[in-house]
């Protein structure tokens, strides 16, 4: 199976844009979930999808948010980038909710200028 | 929610040497413990789990112990190698049951030829 594929790898925007991240999961995952990784704070869980539909939340203000589609693709948006927000941007699928194994993308590297 | 801690943050061994990796939680209920290597530039990789039911889980040079009355669980690498140098990180569910993970800080580790 193909793993965990999430674009761009690479992003560079400045401080008020807003940002769209992609991930879609391996075949057959229904759960999404996504992370932010820096080096001050380490792994910190943003939210997570499963069938559409947000399970749980991390602690982040309201700028981030995200979605899934119905081929269990997800997407998250940052709106008025700041510069703390530059970071790697993590996504990991798990086959449902019942599933503990997680299994991470190469992640999303965002920059903020 | 849970909190887990890891130490040490950074390890340097001599190749052939054994490393040792401490991580406490904080739940009682938590269920499953995953460790994730991941090397410079790439993906945080799963290279062993433990689920509560068991005290100790080996696969080759690397071994996990758990031990839930001190609700603590450890890495140990046996036989270090230069291609074993990364950031490990340790992880427990955030909340009982099957929710996403709440992870340490890493610890990276050098292993020196």
């Known amino acids: 199976k193909a793993g965990v594929t999430q674009t761009p790898r690479y992003l560079i925007k400045t401080r008020g844009q807003q940002v769209t991240l992609s991930c879609s999961p391996i075949?057959?995952?229904?759960?999404v979930s996504w992370y932010q990784q820096t080096p001050g704070q380490g792994l910190q869980f943003l939210f997570e999808?499963?069938?559409?539909?947000?399970?749980n939340k991390g602690n982040f203000p309201g700028r981030f948010s995200g979605r899934q589609f119905s081929n269990s693709r997800s997407e998250m948006n940052v709106s008025t980038l700041e510069l703390g927000d530059s970071a790697l941007y993590l996504c990991?699928?798990?086959?449902?909710?019942?599933?503990?194994?997680?299994?991470f993308g190469p992640g999303t590297r965002l920059t903020v200028l | 929610g849970e909190n887990v801690e890891q130490h040490p943050s950074t390890l340097s061994v001599q190749e052939g040497d054994s490393a040792v990796i401490k991580c406490t939680y904080s739940?009682?209920?938590?269920?499953?413990f995953p460790w994730y290597k991941q090397e410079l530039g790439k993906r945080p990789q799963l290279i062993i789990d433990?689920?509560?039911?068991?005290g100790e889980k080996k696969d080759q040079r690397i071994a996990v112990t758990l031990n839930k009355t001190a609700k603590h669980f450890s890495l140990h690498i046996t036989e270090t190698q230069p291609e074993d140098s990364a950031v490990y990180f340790c992880?427990?569910?955030?909340?009982?049951?099957?929710?996403?993970?709440?992870f340490g800080k890493g610890t990276r580790l050098s292993v020196i030829a």
């Open positions: 999808y499963f069938s559409e539909t947000q399970r």
């Open positions: 739940d009682s209920a938590s269920n499953y």
């Open positions: 990991a699928s798990r086959g449902g909710p019942t599933t503990d194994t997680q299994y």
């Open positions: 075949s057959g995952h229904r759960s």
């Open positions: 433990i689920r509560s039911n068991v």
């Open positions: 992880a427990a569910p955030r909340d009982s049951g099957n929710t996403p993970l709440v």
